[in-house]
Nanobody
Framework: QVQLVESGGGLVQTGGSLKLSCATTTSSIRFDTMGWYRQAPGKQRELVARITSGGSTNYADSVKGRFTISRDNANNTVSLQMNSLKPEDTAVYYC?????????YGQGTQVTVSS
């Protein structure tokens, strides 16, 4: 069973930055495309960014140019650098493989952007 633990969320003002991290104790994710997802209140969970095992990235249009996904396969971590944050980025953020396994979702980390 893979356990993913997200951290780094918090409260930030519009225009601010946060860096999220996703850690796992298993090295198996190094072969997976990994993604960051988010779920805002009353909305469906959506894919924000993904990164292949080789480092190729893809972003949702809403975050393109502001967010950067990266990974460290040696340490089994995936990160999301978020800049120029907007109130509409407020959500719980999760990491998971892409496409996701429901059983892999962890607690997520709350990001709140105040206007």
């Amino acid at each position: 069973q893979v356990q993913l633990v997200e951290s780094g969320g918090g409260l930030v003002q519009t225009g601010g930055s946060l860096k999220l991290s996703c850690a796992t104790t298993t090295s198996s994710i190094r072969f997976d495309t990994m993604g960051w997802y988010r779920q805002a209140p009353g909305k469906q969970r959506e894919l924000v960014a993904r990164i292949t095992s080789g480092g190729s990235t893809n972003y949702a249009d809403s975050v393109k140019g502001r967010f950067t996904i990266s990974r460290d396969n040696a340490n089994n971590t995936v990160s999301l650098q978020m800049n120029s944050l907007k109130p509409e980025d407020t959500a719980v953020y999760y990491c998971n493989r892409y496409p996701p396994y429901e059983s892999w979702y962890g607690q997520g980390t709350q990001v709140t952007v105040s206007s």
